[in-house]
C-alpha cells in the first residue's frame, strides 16, 4: 500500500486494483473511508471497467463473438503500476493483456491518478485505447464512507443532502443483478435524502439526469461531515450492503448493470463511453472532508 499526505490529510492506495483505502484527517485522526470489514463488504473503494454491475447471464457480445464478464469488469482484482508520484500525488496504470482480452477484446491503458489539495482528495480516472478503432466502455467508481463517523450515533442518524433539489424514480434491482421495470420513489423534489435502515432494501439506489453535482453528508445535528463532488457522471449510485452495514457508498458511473431485457450487445448498454485513437477520455471527482 501507498500513501501521501498533506498538512490536513493523509490517503492511502493499494496496489491490487488502485483501491482507495484510506482518507483520514491528520488534526482528528477520524477514518473517513470504509475498512473493508468482510463481515458486510470486504472492499473501500473499487474501480469499475469495462462494466458496471452485473451483465445478463454473465456474458456480453462484441461483433459475433461472446465473452464472459464478470460483475464491475476486469481491474479491481488486478495489481496496477505505480507509475508516476509526488508529495501529494500517486498515478497509477494498467493495461490490457492477453487475460483481459478473453473477456474485453480491446487494447486498452486505464490511469488512476489521486491527488491532495488542501481538505480535498481528487480522483482522476484516464482511459486510453492502444488500439486504431474507437473502443467502447462503461466506467465508475465505488467509494464507501464510514457512517456513522461519531460512534455514538447510528447511520440512521445521517443524511445525504443533494446541493439542488432533485425528482427521483430509482429503478429497482433484482435478485440477479440485473434492472427491472418496476420503480421506486426516491426523491421528491428535495434536497435531503434520509439514510433509512430500509433505504438498500432493493439494493443500490441508482439515480440519473440529476440537477446536482455535490452532496454532503450530514448529521442529525446538522454537522457536515464532507462533501462529493461528482461532476457529470451519467449515473449516481448510492448502495450500502444490509440494514446494519456502518457505511454507505456514492458511486459516479458511466453505465449501470444490464437491465432484464438486454440485448447482450455490448455498444447497446446504457451511457456507453467511446475513446478513439490519439484521444484521452478523462473523468474527475473529489471529496472534500469539513472539519
Same mark, same amino acid.
Given at each position: 500500500?501507498?500513501?501521501?499526505?498533506?498538512?490536513?490529510?493523509?490517503i492511502?492506495i493499494?496496489?491490487?486494483?488502485?483501491?482507495?483505502?484510506s @482518507?483520514?484527517?491528520?488534526?482528528?485522526?477520524?477514518?473517513?473511508?470504509?475498512?473493508?470489514?468482510p463481515?458486510?463488504?470486504?472492499r473501500?473503494?473499487c474501480?469499475?471497467?469495462p462494466? @458496471?454491475?452485473?451483465?445478463?447471464?454473465?456474458?456480453?457480445?462484441?461483433?459475433?463473438?461472446?465473452?464472459?464478464?464478470?460483475?464491475?469488469?476486469?481491474?479491481?482484482?488486478?495489481?496496477?503500476?505505480?507509475?508516476d508520484?509526488?508529495k501529494?500525488?500517486?498515478i497509477?496504470?494498467?493495461?490490457?493483456d492477453?487475460?483481459?482480452?478473453?473477456?474485453?477484446?480491446?487494447?486498452?491503458?486505464?490511469?488512476?491518478i489521486?491527488?491532495?489539495?488542501?481538505?480535498?482528495?481528487? @480522483?482522476?480516472?484516464?482511459?486510453?485505447?492502444?488500439?486504431?478503432?474507437?473502443?467502447?466502455?462503461?466506467?465508475?467508481?465505488?467509494?464507501?464512507?464510514?457512517?456513522?463517523?461519531?460512534k455514538?450515533l447510528?447511520r440512521?442518524d445521517?443524511?445525504?443532502?443533494?446541493?439542488e433539489?432533485?425528482?427521483?424514480?430509482?429503478?429497482?434491482?433484482?435478485?440477479?443483478?440485473l434492472?427491472?421495470?418496476?420503480?421506486?420513489?426516491?426523491?421528491?423534489?428535495?434536497?435531503?435524502?434520509?439514510i433509512?435502515d430500509?433505504?438498500?432494501?432493493?439494493?443500490?439506489?441508482?439515480?440519473?439526469?440529476?440537477n446536482?453535482?455535490?452532496?454532503?453528508?450530514?448529521?442529525k445535528?446538522?454537522?457536515?461531515?464532507?462533501?462529493?463532488?461528482?461532476?457529470?457522471?451519467?449515473h449516481?449510485?448510492?448502495?450500502?450492503?444490509?440494514?446494519?452495514?456502518?457505511?454507505?457508498?456514492?458511486?459516479?458511473?458511466?453505465?449501470?448493470?444490464?437491465?432484464?431485457?438486454?440485448?447482450?450487445?455490448?455498444?447497446?448498454?446504457?451511457?456507453?463511453?467511446?475513446?478513439?485513437p490519439d484521444?484521452?477520455?478523462s473523468?474527475?471527482h473529489?471529496?472534500?472532508?469539513d472539519?
Open positions: 500500500m501507498l500513501s501521501i499526505q498533506n498538512e490536513y490529510l493523509s492511502a493499494k496496489e491490487s486494483g488502485a483501491e482507495l483505502a @482518507i483520514k484527517s491528520l488534526n482528528s485522526n477520524v477514518e473517513y473511508l470504509w475498512q473493508a470489514d463481515e458486510h463488504w470486504g473501500h473503494s474501480i469499475l471497467f462494466v @458496471i454491475g452485473c451483465v445478463k447471464e454473465g456474458e456480453t457480445r462484441v461483433g459475433d463473438k461472446s465473452y464472459p464478464m464478470t460483475k464491475h469488469g476486469l481491474v479491481r482484482n488486478r495489481k496496477w503500476q505505480l507509475s508520484r509526488s501529494t500525488k500517486l497509477f496504470s494498467l493495461q490490457s492477453e487475460e483481459s482480452r478473453k473477456h474485453y477484446p480491446y487494447d486498452f491503458e486505464l490511469k488512476a489521486y491527488q491532495l489539495d488542501g481538505l480535498t482528495c481528487t @480522483i482522476r480516472y484516464e482511459v486510453i485505447t492502444l488500439g486504431t478503432d474507437r473502443m467502447p466502455f462503461n466506467i465508475g467508481a465505488h467509494p464507501a464512507f464510514n457512517c456513522p463517523i461519531n455514538d447510528q440512521s445521517y443524511k445525504l443532502v443533494f446541493h433539489s432533485e425528482s427521483q424514480n430509482a429503478p429497482i434491482i433484482n435478485d440477479e443483478g434492472i427491472g421495470p418496476k420503480k421506486q420513489l426516491v426523491l421528491n423534489d428535495q434536497k435531503e435524502l434520509a433509512a430500509d433505504l438498500f432494501d432493493h439494493d443500490a439506489l441508482i439515480l440519473e439526469n440529476l446536482s453535482t455535490k452532496l454532503s453528508l450530514v448529521d445535528a446538522g454537522t457536515k461531515q464532507w462533501t462529493f463532488d461528482f461532476g457529470n457522471c451519467t449516481l449510485g448510492i448502495w450500502s450492503a444490509n440494514r446494519q452495514s456502518p457505511f454507505v457508498c456514492i458511486e459516479p458511473w458511466f453505465g449501470v448493470a444490464d437491465y432484464e431485457d438486454v440485448s447482450g450487445i455490448f455498444v447497446e448498454k446504457p451511457a456507453i463511453q467511446w475513446v478513439g484521444e484521452i477520455w473523468y474527475e473529489a471529496i472534500t472532508i472539519e
